[in-house]
């Protein structure tokens, strides 16, 4: 009986650290953080037509960023979509977007890992990615 006590803290830690693990990997239901809730791109309704910025920005996207961020910023499996509420510019303001290209970003909303910095995405094509983005997420209306 002496050796049920040590067996059974045993047994719960275990069980504590796998539900641990499992949660971080799954998140709450509705969360960013679940992978399943991301695996598939978000619907993106791309307006008509852009600004001439916005045209330039998603040139300049498209080469740069839409091979993680997915067309139209719409996220794939290797990053997140940009147009979604977290990415809002009153939760992340255009400032947020061009240090995350010059100095990259640590995991904290989804569990893609950390975003390298993109050094050779100069602070003008981040401003004119920035109106792409911004112009996308108002179409889909995030303000």
């Not at 791109?41 to 040139?59: H, I, N, R």
């Not at 240090?99 to 569990?111: E, F, P, Q």
Request: with cysteine.
């Amino acid at each position: 009986m002496r050796n049920f006590k040590p067996v059974f803290i045993s047994l719960v830690l275990a069980a504590a650290a796998i539900a641990g693990w499992w949660w971080h990997e799954t998140g709450q239901p509705g969360s960013p953080r679940g992978r399943d809730a991301i695996r598939s791109a978000v619907a993106v309704t791309v307006p008509e037509t852009l600004s001439a910025v916005a045209q330039d920005g998603k040139v300049l996207f498209d080469r740069s960023c839409a091979q993680c961020h997915g067309e139209n910023a719409a996220g794939s499996d290797e990053g997140p979509p940009l147009v979604h509420k977290i990415y809002e510019p009153g939760h992340h303001s255009d400032q947020a977007f061009f240090l995350a290209a010059r100095n990259g970003v640590r995991a904290h909303h989804w569990n893609f890992g950390n975003m390298l910095p993109i050094p050779e995405v100069k602070e003008p094509a981040v401003a004119a990615i920035i109106v792409y983005v911004r112009e996308l997420q108002q179409a889909n209306g995030i303000n």
